[in-house]
T-cell receptor, first 112, second 115 residues
Framework: SQQGEEDPQALSIQEGENATMNCSYK?????LQWYRQNSGRGLVHLIL?????REKHSGRLRVTLDTSKKSSSLLITASRAADTASYFC????????????FGTGTQLKVEL | DAGVIQSPRHEVTEMGQEVTLRCKPI?????LFWYRQTMMRGLELLIY????????DSGMPEDRFSAKMPNASFSTLKIQPSEPRDSAVYFC?????????????FGSGTRLTVV
């Protein structure tokens, strides 16, 4: 079963708007990561947030983590058409070693 | 660095045939993962290796699937015999630990179609 579930499944916005995607997970984690996948390509690592962190920034990306609610959000500010892709959260469970379990993904479409 | 290299990019085969997917991880990465992606089931971890040793193969769907990592620079995923329901995109990823976190680098995947 999927450890992470993303919400929404699909999101369509206009260029320049912000995009927010959410991820929920089930077990205690060490880290949570976000990945991006362009159509027909492999996943690309975007950002990692540790379980003792609450917020992290990288360029136009902002990630929050709420371990009490077992949830995370990814915010992309000032979106561009090139941000069109699927976005996945991934978690490594405590005691689970370096194995990542991926969520179901959010398909983001940024229109001109 | 050329990244994680997978071959072939596309494979079309007939049911019952043997299929071998190949992966070359990034030099210096000590973990290698095989994932399968389908619309219905998303990304599923099939098996992973640490330092060339299989650690967890609980995701391997059936005995028809096998994976090997004979050395640090090469791994194979074999399906024998293949079935139409094996059609999917198979990804290989490698990782190393940095700052108490493992970041994966994925290959471009092999799109397998079994007819």
């Amino acid at each position: 079963s999927q450890q992470g579930e993303e919400d929404p499944q699909a999101l369509s916005i206009q260029e320049g708007e912000n995009a927010t995607m959410n991820c929920s997970y089930k077990t205690s984690i060490n880290n949570l990561q976000w990945y991006r996948q362009n159509s027909g390509r492999g996943l690309v690592h975007l950002i990692l947030i540790r379980s003792n962190e609450r917020e992290k920034h990288s360029g136009r990306l902002r990630v929050t983590l709420d371990t009490s609610k077992k949830s995370s959000s990814l915010l992309i500010t000032a979106s561009r058409a090139a941000d069109t892709a699927s976005y996945f959260c991934a978690t490594d469970s405590e005691g689970g070693g370096n194995k990542l379990t991926f969520g179901t993904g959010t398909q983001l479409k940024v229109e001109l | 660095d050329a990244g994680v290299i997978q071959s072939p990019r596309h494979e079309v085969t007939e049911m019952g045939q043997e299929v071998t997917l190949r992966c070359k991880p990034i030099s210096g990465h000590n973990s290698l993962f095989w994932y399968r992606q389908t619309m219905m089931r998303g990304l599923e971890l099939l098996i992973y290796f640490n330092n060339n040793v299989p650690i967890d193969d609980s995701g391997m769907p059936e005995d028809r699937f096998s994976a090997k990592m004979p050395n640090a620079s090469f791994s194979t995923l074999k399906i024998q015999p293949s079935e139409p329901r094996d059609s999917a995109v198979y990804f290989c990823a490698s990782s190393f630990e940095r700052d108490r976190g493992y970041r994966y680098t994925f290959g471009s995947g092999t799109r397998l179609t079994v007819v």
